[in-house]
C-alpha cells in the first residue's frame, strides 16, 4: 500500500507523462479535512481532460491503489478522481479560470514539483 505523498506522487507524474498543463500539488492536510492533497491540471479540450484522468486511473490501478470516486462536469470541462486522502482535478483551461481553485485554496502549501516531474 502507498503512502499519501507516493499517491500524490504518482498522480502527479502520470498527468504530466500525458502532457497535461500547469499542475500544481496542493498539500491541504493543515487547512482541510477533505484530504492530504489536492492535484490541479489543466488538460487541451474535453478529451485531454478524459484521457489524463483515464491515465491517472490506470497507473493507481496498476499500484493496487483503488479510486474511491470518479466525477466529471459539464462534458468533461472538469472531472474530479477522488483517492481519499488525494484528489485529483483535470480542467480544461476554461473551467480551470471559472473555478479558480488555487484561489479557493490559496493557504495551501504548494508542493515544488521539479524533483517530481521533469519540465
Known amino acids: 500500500m502507498l503512502s499519501t505523498k507516493e499517491i500524490a506522487y504518482a498522480v502527479t507524474k502520470a498527468l504530466d507523462e500525458k502532457k497535461g498543463m500547469d499542475i500544481k500539488l496542493l498539500k491541504i492536510d493543515k487547512i482541510s479535512s477533505l484530504a492530504d492533497y489536492f492535484i490541479i491540471c489543466t488538460g487541451t479540450v474535453s478529451t485531454h481532460v478524459k484521457t489524463?484522468?483515464?491515465?491517472?486511473?490506470?497507473?493507481?490501478?496498476?499500484?493496487?491503489?483503488?479510486?474511491?470516486?470518479?466525477?466529471?462536469?459539464?462534458?468533461?470541462?472538469?472531472?474530479?478522481?477522488?483517492?481519499?486522502?488525494?484528489?485529483?482535478?483535470?480542467?480544461?483551461?476554461?473551467?480551470?479560470?471559472?473555478?479558480?481553485?488555487?484561489?479557493?485554496?490559496?493557504?495551501?502549501?504548494?508542493?515544488?514539483?521539479k524533483d517530481i516531474i521533469m519540465e
Not at 71 to 92: A, I, P
Open 52 to 113: 489524463l484522468c483515464d491515465y491517472a486511473e490506470y497507473t493507481l490501478e496498476q499500484l493496487g491503489e483503488p479510486m474511491l470516486g470518479r466525477e466529471g462536469h459539464r462534458g468533461n470541462t472538469w472531472e474530479l478522481l477522488d483517492y481519499g486522502s488525494v484528489v485529483v482535478h483535470v480542467f480544461t483551461q476554461e473551467a480551470r479560470e471559472f473555478y479558480s481553485l488555487e484561489r479557493l485554496w490559496a493557504d495551501a502549501e504548494e508542493i515544488d514539483l
